[in-house]
C-alpha cells in the first residue's frame, strides 16, 4: 500500500499463505476487528454503503497505533499472522455492513463485497519500520518500509480467480492467481471427491474476479543511507483503488506483507 507525506492509503497483499487460526480465534479476532472499525470507521463504511456502484471497490484506513492502543490482543495476531488476519479484517467490515444495513432498513444502503482495509500510521518499531530493502528472512512478515517512487508502471487488468469443474463429479472449484508465479492460474490435478478424476472444465468466467492492477518501483531514501551505499528499489504491486495513487518522485510509506517473485 501506499502513504504519500500525508495520507493517501496502504496496500497489503492477502492472498498468501500462512498459518491458519483456529476457528475459535478466529471468530473471536473477527468480533474484535468489527468493533475496532465500528468505532473508528463507521461513518466510512456508512458512505460506502451509500455508493451506488455496487461493483466498484472500496476500502477504509484503519490507524494500527490505533489498534494497538485499543486492543492488544488482535493486534499481536494481526503482526504474527498478518495474511489471515487481514482476511479476518475483511470478512469483519463486511458483517458490519449487514448490521448497518439491517438496522436501517429504508435508508437505500446497499451491501459492497469488494472491500479492502488499509492500514495506515504504523509504530515507529525498529522490526516493522524500515528504510532499506527487506530481505528474504522477511517474507510473510507485515512490514512498512519508506522511501521515493522511481517508476510506475502501465494499469492492467487481472484475472484474480478462475472457476473449475470436475467434469465427472460435478464438483467445482475456485483457483486463485499465484501472484508468486506471475499471476498463474492452475488448473486443478486431481477432485478432490470420491471419484478423483483429473478432467476438469473452466466454467463461465465471472466478471468481479477481474481487478485492476499496477507495478512501481520504490527507491531507499538516499539520505538516510551509509555514505558510499548504493540505493537499493523493490517492486510493489498496487491493487484495485490503490492504482494510480502516485507518481514518481513521491516519497511514500509502503505498509505491505512482503512476497517472492519468481
Keep these: ?59 477504509i484506513v484503519a490507524d494500527l497505533q490505533q489498534l494497538i492502543d485499543d486492543d492488544t490482543e488482535a493486534s499481536q495476531v494481526l503482526l504474527k499472522q498478518p495474511i489471515t488476519s487481514l482476511e479476518e479484517f475483511i470478512e469483519a467490515m463486511c458483517e458490519l455492513e449487514q448490521e448497518i444495513i439491517e438496522q436501517n432498513d429504508d435508508s437505500g444502503l446497499m451491501f459492497k ?11 515507529p518499531w525498529p522490526e ?48 486463485k492467481a499465484d501472484i508468486e508465479q506471475h499471476y498463474v492460474i492452475a488448473k486443478p490435478t486431481s477432485c478432490l471427491g470420491d471419484c478423483r478424476s483429473n478432467k476438469f472444465s473452466a466454467m463461465p468466467i465471472d ?17 538516510k543511507l551509509t555514505v558510499g551505499k548504493i540505493p537499493r528499489s523493490i517492486v510493489v504491486l498496487l491493487m484495485d483503488d490503490l492504482v494510480d495513487s502516485c507518481k514518481p518522485g513521491d516519497d511514500v ?10
Design 128 to 175: 516493522l519500520c524500515r528504510h532499506t530493502v527487506p530481505t528474504t528472512c522477511d517474507v510473510g512478515q507485515l512490514l512498512a518500509f519508506s522511501g521515493t517512487v522511481i517508476r510506475i508502471g502501465q494499469v492492467n487488468m487481472l484475472e484474480s480467480r478462475r472457476g473449475y469443474q470436475c467434469d465427472k463429479c460435478h464438483n467445482q472449484y475456485v483457483v
Design 207 to 223: 466478471p468481479g474476479c477481474y481487478r485492476d492492477y499496477q507495478e512501481i518501483k520504490v527507491q531507499e531514501h538516499v539520505q
Design 113 to 123: 463485497a469488494n472491500v479492502h482495509v488499509r492500514l495506515c500510521n504504523p509504530p
Design 1 to 59: 500500500g501506499i502513504s504519500r507525506n500525508s495520507r493517501v492509503g496502504f496496500k497489503l497483499r492477502c492472498d498468501m499463505v500462512d498459518s491458519e487460526l483456529l476457528p475459535a480465534k478466529q471468530s473471536v479476532l473477527r468480533e474484535k476487528l468489527k468493533t475496532f472499525i465500528a468505532s473508528h470507521c463507521r461513518e466510512h463504511v456508512i458512505t460506502i454503503l451509500s455508493a451506488d456502484d455496487v461493483a466498484a471497490h472500496y476500502s
Design 253 to 262: 510509506t509502503v505498509v505491505y506483507v512482503l512476497e517472492l517473485l519468481w
